[in-house]
């Protein structure tokens, strides 16, 4: 069979996160030659995964600008990618998730008449404002998408409900859990002797629906929790938007048992999971991840497009309002049962092998 030339879109960290099983597969593949195509959307927490999982760029369009809006952003992806796929001219292109980034990657293979695959496709909150954009741009994604790789059941229903074709959907698993797998075993790298015998609870967030008054709530919750329980200790990787960086110094900032960071690459944020007692986050990677690590998961969001943590009972959806945040976490800081309830070590989301179903696939069509 001819070498086939796949490209994979990669805009930002957990793009990269769990896009480097799907490269990583298809550079065993004798007929593929798969080219990494950077939009860099998140260009330092990118570089970071990028060369933690050993992955050159072929072409790195390096897009983000200072304070860019989403109307310029697409369009400067829209005509970037173009360009870039015609400089490629791929046989099919896979993008992972629902940044603004996949969405564009999806619209410019419709217009140029190339297959796209869509990783993790399916998943949703039913409301298109929450999380914004990112629901918006994953259902605009589908409806363009050739290979729908859902990771769960769930997700494959949502893309049936939808009028997706079932040939097209195809239950992978969640290529994030590969990524784990790899990386959890070796993972080091982080200083954590300011939490030495204390319970370390691990914070992110970041999300744009989020910001303002909400994520100033979650802050003051998470602080006066901290000042609750004298036996605990925070870390929180500080996502660099001013939108998220100074509330969290102005509320969280000068605590003792509190850790502010720059975000951390991979390696050393699976070390940090590992070690952690509690997870508290808006992320959705985390929600997949850090169950399968055995860590209870308190999310501040009220909606989740990953249901099947939920549904385990061990994620547990409590939103930005102070007193549901406090009272959620005392509670697993103070009742051993409800912590070994959540703390089970439950993975619904895969077991390591999605990223070569995924090429599997890719592999029977392009030859057919």
């Given at each position: 069979?001819?070498?086939?030339?796949?490209?994979?879109?990669?805009?930002?960290?957990?793009?990269?996160?769990k896009?480097?099983?799907?490269i990583?597969?298809?550079?065993?593949?004798?007929?593929?030659?798969?080219?990494?195509?950077?939009?860099?959307?998140?260009?330092?927490?990118?570089?970071?995964?990028?060369?933690?999982?050993?992955?050159?760029?072929?072409?790195?369009?390096?897009?983000?600008?200072?304070?860019?809006?989403?109307?310029?952003?697409?369009?400067?992806?829209?005509?970037?990618?173009?360009?870039?796929?015609g400089?490629?001219?791929?046989?099919?292109v896979?993008?992972q998730?629902?940044?603004?980034?996949?969405?564009?990657a999806?619209?410019?293979?419709?217009?140029?008449?190339?297959?796209?695959?869509?990783v993790?496709?399916?998943?949703?909150?039913?409301?298109?404002?929450?999380?914004?954009?990112?629901?918006?741009?994953?259902?605009?994604?589908?409806?363009?998408?050739?290979?729908?790789?859902?990771?769960?059941?769930?997700?494959?229903?949502?893309?049936?409900?939808?009028?997706?074709?079932?040939?097209?959907?195809?239950?992978t698993?969640?290529?994030?859990?590969?990524a784990?797998?790899?990386?959890a075993?070796?993972?080091?790298?982080?200083?954590?002797?300011?939490?030495?015998?204390?319970?370390?609870?691990?914070?992110?967030?970041?999300?744009?629906?989020?910001?303002?008054?909400?994520?100033?709530?979650?802050?003051?919750?998470?602080?006066?929790?901290?000042?609750?329980?004298?036996?605990?200790?925070?870390?929180?990787?500080?996502?660099?938007?001013?939108?998220?960086?100074?509330?969290?110094?102005?509320?969280?900032?000068?605590?003792?048992?509190?850790?502010?960071?720059a975000?951390?690459?991979?390696?050393?944020?699976?070390?940090?999971?590992?070690?952690?007692?509690?997870?508290?986050?808006d992320?959705?990677?985390?929600?997949?991840?850090?169950?399968?690590?055995?860590?209870?998961?308190?999310?501040?969001?009220?909606?989740?497009?990953?249901?099947?943590?939920?549904?385990?009972?061990?994620?547990?959806?409590?939103?930005?309002?102070?007193?549901?945040?406090?009272?959620?976490?005392?509670?697993?800081?103070?009742?051993?049962?409800?912590?070994?309830?959540?703390?089970?070590?439950?993975?619904?989301?895969?077991?390591?092998?999605?990223a070569?179903?995924?090429?599997?696939?890719?592999?029977?069509?392009?030859?057919?």
């Amino acid at each position: 069979m001819k070498q086939q030339t796949i490209v994979c879109v990669v805009g930002t960290r957990p793009e990269a996160i769990k896009m480097a099983p799907v490269i990583r597969a298809l550079r065993n593949e004798t007929w593929a030659r798969p080219y990494v195509l950077l939009t860099a959307q998140h260009r330092e927490m990118l570089d970071q995964v990028m060369r933690l999982f050993d992955i050159r760029a072929d072409d790195d369009l390096d897009i983000m600008r200072p304070n860019q809006q989403l109307p310029a952003l697409t369009a400067q992806l829209i005509t970037a990618l173009d360009s870039a796929l015609g400089r490629a001219e791929p046989r099919a292109v896979l993008a992972q998730g629902d940044t603004t980034t996949v969405f564009c990657a999806a619209l410019a293979c419709f217009y140029r008449r190339v297959p796209f695959g869509h990783v993790e496709a399916g998943l949703r909150t039913g409301d298109l404002h929450y999380p914004f954009p990112e629901e918006g741009n994953r259902v605009l994604a589908s409806r363009l998408a050739r290979w729908h790789f859902a990771p769960t059941e769930s997700a494959r229903a949502n893309l049936l409900r939808e009028g997706i074709a079932d040939n097209e959907i195809y239950v992978t698993g969640n290529t994030v859990i590969d990524a784990l797998l790899d990386v959890a075993p070796r993972a080091r790298g982080i200083d954590l002797s300011f939490a030495k015998g204390r319970r370390l609870i691990l914070m992110t967030a970041h999300r744009r629906e989020n910001f303002g008054a909400p994520m100033e709530e979650a802050f003051g919750a998470i602080r006066a929790l901290i000042d609750r329980f004298d036996d605990t200790a925070l870390l929180y990787p500080v996502h660099p938007n001013p939108n998220v960086k100074q509330p969290a110094e102005r509320i969280l900032g000068g605590h003792p048992r509190i850790r502010l960071t720059a975000p951390l690459e991979y390696e050393p944020f699976v070390a940090a999971m590992k070690a952690a007692y509690l997870v508290i986050t808006d992320s959705g990677g985390v929600q997949e991840e850090a169950p399968a690590l055995g860590k209870p998961v308190l999310v501040l969001r009220n909606e989740t497009e990953r249901p099947e943590a939920v549904d385990a009972g061990v994620v547990k959806l409590v939103g930005t309002d102070r007193v549901r945040i406090l009272d959620e976490a005392s509670r697993l800081l103070s009742d051993l049962t409800a912590y070994r309830a959540m703390a089970r070590g439950v993975s619904p989301y895969g077991d390591g092998k999605a990223a070569g179903r995924v090429v599997a696939t890719i592999r029977s069509d392009v030859s057919s």
